[in-house]
């Protein structure tokens, strides 16, 4: 189970290849990558992305999520990579991906992944838009989607 | 005793604030004084609003902060 934790773009593809080659038995890997849009909600223009963190708790926060969901899915492992500081507008601002012997398990846990971390990741993500700057919570569509998993599995 | 500051809370005040206070003192006296100090961090700065640690565990309003800790006020987190 891998989670980290980037500073600087990267690429997706490549993380993904790695990830793939160190599967022992898998006959699928489901990915995700969330991508900064060059709109925001209101249509204005983003000039950037700025995700702020904790030197430790971030970090931790991406491990607990992979880790859970190892331990919740029939998968064989688990990768989160999540970038933090500036991200300009159509570079790569995380990638979850799982692999298994199944599809079905691995495209589960690439969707638990992202409903947590748009939630519990520790991160602050100022939007720097053309008419100004905006910190961002999380919406209640986000806040639903967490809920669904506990829904599925009480306790 | 160090201050950290993330978020909109980094914004207003950076990332790091060095604060003296008389011992003993909670976090709820280190929030008073820092909204003292920094009144345009007040409305942000509110217990409702900022959750506290002290270094990497959460604190309740009444947890003793000593000299040499690290105190963090976390605005609401946006998530990944």
Redesign the interface.
């Known amino acids: 189970m891998k989670a980290r934790l980037r500073h600087h773009p990267f690429v997706p593809g490549d993380e993904l290849d790695a990830f793939a080659a160190r599967l022992a038995d898998a006959g699928a890997v489901a990915n995700l990558t969330?991508i900064a849009r060059a709109r925001s909600r209101s249509g204005a223009l983003v000039r950037g992305l700025f995700?702020?963190?904790?030197p430790?708790?971030t970090p931790?926060s991406l491990d607990r999520i992979a880790a859970a969901a190892l331990g919740r899915f029939e998968i064989e492992d688990a990768l989160i990579v999540?970038r933090c500081g500036t991200i300009l507008p159509g570079e790569p601002?995380?990638l979850a991906a799982a692999g298994a012997r199944h599809r079905k398990p691995a495209l589960q846990a690439v969707h638990y992944m992202m409903d947590r971390?748009?939630?519990?990741?520790?991160?602050?993500?100022?939007e720097d838009r053309e008419d100004g700057s905006e910190?961002?919570?999380?919406t209640e569509d986000?806040r639903s989607a967490l809920a669904r998993w506990s829904e599925q599995c009480p306790g | 005793m160090i201050i950290l500051l993330f978020g909109r809370l980094a914004d207003i005040l950076g990332r790091e604030v060095a604060l003296s206070l008389p011992q003993p003192c909670t976090v709820a006296d280190v929030r008073r004084e820092l909204a003292r100090l920094h009144p345009a961090s007040a409305a942000e700065l509110a217990a409702s609003r900022a959750r506290a640690f002290i270094g990497d565990a959460m604190a309740r309003e009444d947890a003793v902060v000593r000299d040499g800790d690290e105190v963090a006020f976390f605005p609401p987190l946006s998530g990944g």
């Open positions: 969330g995700l702020d963190h904790h430790r708790l931790r999540h601002i995380v971390l748009k939630s519990e990741a520790v991160f602050w993500k100022r910190w961002i919570e999380p986000d």
